[in-house]
């Protein structure tokens, strides 16, 4: 998509959607990674992981405001070596996570302004979303009022029985990789979200809640490169999309 044509899309969002704010979701432990320090705050060439993702929400022109939801023992850190040490002018809050991935989304959704009008939810361990994902998910938000970035699965994938056997193989044509950021118009996520915690109910994803809820999610084409960073090896997957994209801008 050219500049003009970018431009063009955002005003007219901006005809219908008065307020956009982001929940970035880092309080997870990282536990696969194996390392001492979570995996938000790993470097990839000098730079936090979770410094990487906030910037792209920093600059892209539809987001008003983000809410950074980090670990109960590390919101304190987070403000001063992610927050303010890299001048993130955006977060209007760092607050602390939940004993899961829903709490702590719910927490982040509780600290956005009154007046928010769409929430996009993201992983703080993706730090190569790309702006054009970002305004595509706002963009069916707006309109459907639920959507998730998404990529087609490569690989045939089969059911197993309990014994290990093959059990059936799935038509992989309609299947797809769910990814962030999920985007929602804001009353409707929060009634998921409120829903759900009424009947106990834990999702393993915030468009799972909203389904759940009897709302349709719309899927948009995300990103390859949109990886989470979970495992070693995906540092290594990392360090050559960094190498690609410094390429690429020469």
């Known amino acids: 998509m050219d500049r003009d044509h970018a431009i063009g899309e955002n005003r007219g969002i901006r005809r ?3 307020r956009i704010g982001a929940v970035i979701a880092a309080a997870g432990k990282g536990t696969r990674m194996g390392m001492d320090i979570n995996k938000q705050y790993i470097q990839i060439q000098g730079i936090p992981v979770l410094a990487m993702t906030l910037q792209k929400f920093e600059t892209c022109t539809l987001i008003d405001e ?31 996570g939940g004993d899961s991935r829903q709490k702590s989304v719910y927490n982040g959704l509780r600290e956005l302004s009154a007046d928010c009008d769409i929430v996009l939810i993201h992983d703080g361990a993706r ?35 309990n014994s290990g056997f093959v059990d059936r193989t799935i038509d992989r044509s309609r299947l797809w990789q769910i990814q962030t950021p999920q985007a929602f118009k804001y009353g409707l996520i929060m009634d998921a979200h409120m829903k759900a915690a009424n009947a106990g ?11 759940r809820a009897g709302n349709r999610v719309k899927i948009v084409m995300g990103s390859y490169y949109n990886i989470k960073i979970t495992t070693v090896e995906d540092l290594a997957f990392a360090g050559a999309i960094c190498r690609l994209n410094s390429e690429s801008s020469k």
């Open 66 to 96: 983000i809410v950074v939801v980090a670990n109960k023992d590390e919101t304190e850190y987070c403000r001063k070596n992610i927050v303010e040490k890299y001048g993130f002018k955006k977060v209007r809050a760092v607050t602390a």
């Open 127 to 161: 730090p190569f979303i790309d702006n054009g994902s970002i305004i595509s998910c706002i963009d069916a938000a707006a309109e459907y009022g639920a959507a998730c970035a998404a990529v087609p699965v490569k690989d045939t994938v089969k059911i197993a029985d």
């Open 201 to 211: 109910y834990e999702g393993t994803d915030d468009a799972m809640l909203a389904e």
């Open 16 to 18: 219908r959607i008065k």
